[in-house]
Structures are given as C-alpha cells and as structure tokens.
C-alpha cells in the first residue's frame, strides 16, 4: 500500500523499490497494453467495414453503353411522349434525381418538376386552349443526331402553333443522358437563334394584326397574359 505522505530523503529508496517489486504491476500494465491494442485493432476494422459500406452505398450506378440505335429510339420517345400532350405525372422516362436546363426559361430538378414541364405544361396548354407565347407542339424532325455510350446529341425542327404567332418552327439542340434502364438523367436544350424569331415574328404579327405597331402587339400580348395569370 502507498503511504499518504513520504520524507524526502525515502522518496528516492521508495521508487527503487517500487520498480522492483512491482512485478506483478508490470504484468498488469502489459496486459491492458494489449488489451487497449486490441480494441484499438477492433474498432478501426469496424470503421474500415463501416466506410466499404457507405462506399458501396454512394458508388454512381454503372454508365451505360446503347447503341447508336438504341440512343435514337430514347431521345426520340421523350419527343414523342412531349408530342402526345399527356400529362404524365413522375414519369418513368425521368430519373427521379433528373437534372435539366432549357435556355429561355430555366434549370429544373427532380421527377416531378420535370415531368410538368416537359409534358404537363403542353398538355394543359392544349387542354385548356390558354394564351401562351411559346405555344403547343404540333411535330419535329431530327436533322442531326449522334451518340456514344449513354449520351446523346440533337438538332431538331420543332414545330408549334401559338395564338399570338400563329404556326411557326423552331431549332431545338437537345443533349442528353440516360441510366442504365433507358431514363433520362441529365438534359440541356437550347432554343436556337430565339432572339432573331422573336423580333422577326413579332414585326409579322404586327403587320398582319395591328397594323405595323409592334408597340401595339406587345401589348395586346402582354394585357393576355395578364388577363390569364388572374
């Protein structure tokens, strides 16, 4: 037992024989060495299967590889889904994380919201015979396309008809992805040359309807819009 207080002139004896009586202490310390070793072993083997399983868990699924026919038939079914003016909520054709961006108007994320843009806004514009600048579409040719494993590129003729501008085309770069199981995970659209449309066609509407005052015609179209966000 350690004494409660000792004379200095002991201390240095006390340690001499503390070390070498202290065998059984030795002992003690070298098994709780191996002891904290071991534990010390267990919990970064348990760290080490934890991480392999959260690795596993947050991997990207495999890219996909189609054919260019393949590539083909997947654009061209989002076009066509976008031609039926169905209104198709969470659409299996999207992936549920899609992430998309359509120059003149915005970017969009999730299923959900992009399946009311890619269809469910045509199909109540349809449905409802709505003002709308951009109007419905009514057809589309591709005139150019290529692809390589799950990207696919496209130059399309898009055909609308709109109250205001009547029946007109449009040039539409379509670059997507798909998932393995054919969805669309990633899309960028640009509208080609849509400036240039709009002054020319809005010069047009204004000839044919208000006489030359294309003032007059971004009114009238501005007054109907309003008129039907009330």
Known sequence: MVPRSIHHTDKAWYLYGFLNTSRFARTGGEIL?????MLLVITCLIFLMCSTFNSAELTEEPRANFTLRELYALQTRIFD?????HPTINSTLLHPDIRGRVDITRQFTGRELNTEYLFGLFAQLNATQAFTLLGTPTGY?????TGHGDTAASATLMDFT?????????E?????????RGRVAQYDATFR???AFVGEALARVARERFGGDEGAAVAFAAARLVGEMN
């Open 193 to 195: 040359h849509w400036a």
């Open 81 to 85: 889904t976008t031609l039926s003016l």
């Open 33 to 37: 060495g191996i002891i904290t070793i």
């Open 172 to 180: 539409l770069h379509v670059w997507s992805r798909f998932d393995a």
């Open 141 to 145: 040719r591709i005139t150019h396309f």
């Open 162 to 170: 709109s109250p205001f501008w009547g029946a007109f085309a449009l």
